[in-house]
């Protein structure tokens, strides 16, 4: 009688970190080469992100929020697009296999992946004699034909946004050392920094963003930038109230005592709140709707006709000209 093909070093990782994470049976416990999404009548929505050593998180970031992160950014841009989360599939790079970092890891993603409804269904892990890589495509529901695009902003309507703007770049501020750094007391860091690295998707809202918004994305790259790549594939421009963008304590004190400007934290990157554009007729349930799922919401500006890039103007109504609008990774 032969004896049993030993398992490779790749399937005793998978068996002993991940398949424990595959609680839905169409990931048939991670011993197939696919999985399978029951149907159930929902459009399914589908986001790729991937997050990389050194551009997304730092090397010395703890493993089990670089995990939450990979994630949660795709969840972001499932909510944004008004779908539940359904399943994931996840591809790791590795440069070694380090118990004392996956451990902490796989456990963070299994916590995520039962938080959010969102289990693992398969993926692939490789060597990499690179920065330690981590891809996550995550599947979503959504009603058919209710998902919501970047392209159905409309003359008239408002802009608004989830959450405040700015503390992931700060954050990042913080762990590069610097005037951010030094301005900010402990508890400000802290919280900063928990920003950066663990997103808080707005899963709550993917429901709502369905039933009332004509166009939403969620702020990844800055709140500038997204900002004009909605307008631009809408064909309308914007013009947004500086002072109504909304800041969490810390960041307004840094920006009042003049550590940073405003401008840092509009086209700073990793906010993961969603932008989007309500019918003036919708704005009170729209923001009704958000309070009940404790979500806040904050009204930035207007859309208006044009193709300009979008208008940011101060508390007397002057533009202010921005040197850069986003985060771009070329």
Same mark, same amino acid.
């Not at 899963?203 to 631009?232: F, N, P, Q």
């Not at 919401?297 to 101060?314: A, C, D, M, Q, W």
């Given at each position: @009688?032969?004896?049993?093909?030993?398992?490779?070093?790749?399937?005793?990782?998978?068996?002993?970190?991940? =398949?424990?994470?595959?609680?839905?049976?169409?990931?048939?416990?991670?011993?197939?080469?696919?999985? %399978?999404?029951?149907?159930?009548?929902?459009?399914?929505?589908?986001?790729?992100?991937?997050?990389?050593?050194?551009?997304?998180?730092?090397?010395?970031?703890?493993?089990?929020?670089?995990?939450?992160?990979?994630?949660?950014?795709?969840?972001?841009?499932? %909510?944004?697009?008004?779908?539940?989360?359904?399943?994931?599939?996840?591809?790791?790079?590795? &440069?070694?296999?380090?118990?004392?970092?996956?451990?902490?890891?796989?456990?963070?993603?299994?916590?995520?992946?039962?938080?959010?409804?969102?289990?693992?269904?398969?993926?692939?892990?490789?060597?990499?004699?690179?920065?330690? @890589?981590?891809?996550?495509?995550?599947?979503?529901?959504?009603?058919?034909?209710? @998902?919501?695009?970047?392209?159905?902003?409309?003359?008239?309507?408002?802009? @608004?946004?989830?959450?405040?703007?700015?503390?992931?770049?700060?954050?990042?501020?913080?762990?590069?050392?610097?005037?951010?750094?030094?301005?900010?007391?402990?508890?400000?860091?802290?919280?900063?920094?928990?920003?950066?690295?663990?997103?808080?998707?707005?899963?709550?809202?993917?429901?709502?963003?369905?039933?009332?918004?004509?166009?939403?994305?969620?702020?990844?790259?800055?709140?500038?930038?997204?900002?004009?790549?909605?307008?631009?594939?809408?064909?309308?421009?914007?013009?947004?109230?500086?002072?109504?963008?909304?800041?969490?304590?810390?960041?307004?004190?840094?920006?009042?005592?003049?550590?940073?400007?405003?401008?840092?934290?509009?086209?700073?990157?990793?906010?993961?709140?969603?932008?989007?554009?309500?019918?003036?007729? =919708?704005?009170?349930?729209?923001?009704?709707?958000?309070?009940?799922?404790?979500?806040?919401?904050?009204?930035?500006?207007?859309?208006?006709?044009?193709?300009?890039?979008?208008?940011?103007?101060?508390?007397?109504?002057?533009?202010?000209?921005?040197? &850069?609008?986003?985060?771009?990774?070329?």
């Amino acid at each position: @009688m032969a004896s049993a093909k030993p398992a490779s070093g790749e399937d005793s990782l998978i068996a002993r970190y991940f =398949r424990p994470l595959a609680t839905d049976p169409g990931a048939y416990s991670l011993d197939d080469d696919a999985a %399978a999404l029951k149907p159930s009548g929902d459009d399914i929505v589908v986001t790729m992100d991937a997050i990389v050593e050194g551009v997304h998180f730092l090397a010395d970031d703890p493993p089990d929020t670089v995990a939450r992160k990979a994630l949660r950014v795709n969840l972001s841009d499932l %909510a944004a697009k008004g779908a539940t989360p359904a399943g994931f599939v996840l591809t790791l790079a590795l &440069r070694s296999v380090d118990e004392a970092w996956l451990k902490p890891f796989a456990a963070a993603l299994g916590e995520d992946a039962s938080q959010f409804g969102c289990p693992l269904l398969g993926g692939d892990t490789v060597s990499t004699p690179g920065p330690l @890589m981590i891809s996550v495509t995550a599947f979503g529901r959504v009603p058919p034909g209710k @998902m919501v695009h970047r392209s159905g902003a409309k003359v008239g309507e408002r802009v @608004m946004v989830t959450g405040t703007i700015g503390d992931a770049a700060l954050g990042l501020a913080v762990l590069r050392g610097g005037k951010v750094h030094a301005a900010a007391d402990t508890a400000a860091r802290e919280a900063l920094v928990g920003r950066y690295r663990i997103p808080q998707p707005r899963v709550a809202m993917a429901e709502i963003i369905s039933e009332y918004t004509s166009a939403s994305m969620d702020v990844s790259d800055g709140l500038a930038g997204d900002l004009a790549k909605l307008c631009r594939v809408s064909g309308v421009s914007a013009v947004i109230d500086l002072a109504q963008v909304p800041l969490s304590d810390s960041a307004r004190d840094l920006v009042s005592r003049g550590v940073v400007g405003l401008e840092t934290l509009i086209v700073g990157g990793d906010d993961y709140e969603i932008l989007c554009t309500i019918p003036e007729d =919708r704005v009170e349930a729209f923001e009704a709707a958000a309070q009940r799922a404790g979500v806040a919401l904050s009204s930035i500006g207007t859309i208006v006709t044009g193709s300009s890039i979008p208008k940011f103007v101060n508390d007397e109504g002057k533009e202010i000209a921005l040197e &850069r609008l986003s985060y771009s990774h070329f």
